[in-house]
């Protein structure tokens, strides 16, 4: 997995054993679960033939998904899987980091893989200092 930020997007990229694509044509869907966030979640399938990505949400009270949409999301599947999402349908304004896990769910929706396996990947949101923080000379 690689990931960064720009232009107010989260970019990820995920590579799999074996074609993304040949992946989720054979009923699998690929997830990305947000913790930070809370009650946010992102997947992706194949649908007769057909690519989709769609946001869910989840409130504290209620353990059902709520199927939100694409919202401005892009996602490419050949060998890899790669996607972007911006802050605002991450709806993470005044969090300061983004935590997550990528999952990987059979046709019946059970959870068969989880990366990382124990704990979420953690990182920044950057900000308009990000770039001057990090900076050395």
């Known amino acids: 997995m690689h990931f960064g930020f720009g232009d107010g997007r989260l970019y990820i990229r995920v590579e799999v054993s074996g074609r993304a694509i040949d992946l989720l044509a054979g009923g699998q869907e690929v997830a990305f679960e947000f913790v930070n966030p809370a009650g946010v979640r992102f997947s992706v399938r194949s649908a007769d033939g057909r690519l989709s990505g769609t ?40 969090a300061a980091t983004i935590k997550f896990f990528v999952t990987l769910s059979d046709g019946m929706g059970i959870e068969v893989e989880r990366h990382p396996a124990d704990q979420p990947i953690e990182t ?14």
């Open 124 to 137: 920044p949101i950057p900000d308009g200092l990000f770039a001057a923080r990090r900076w050395r000379v």
């Open 55 to 94: 946001f869910w949400d989840r409130q504290d009270d209620d353990p059902r998904w709520q199927r939100r949409g694409p919202g401005s999301a892009v996602v490419a599947v050949g060998t890899i899987i790669e996607a972007a999402f911006s802050t605002a349908d991450l709806r993470v304004e005044g």
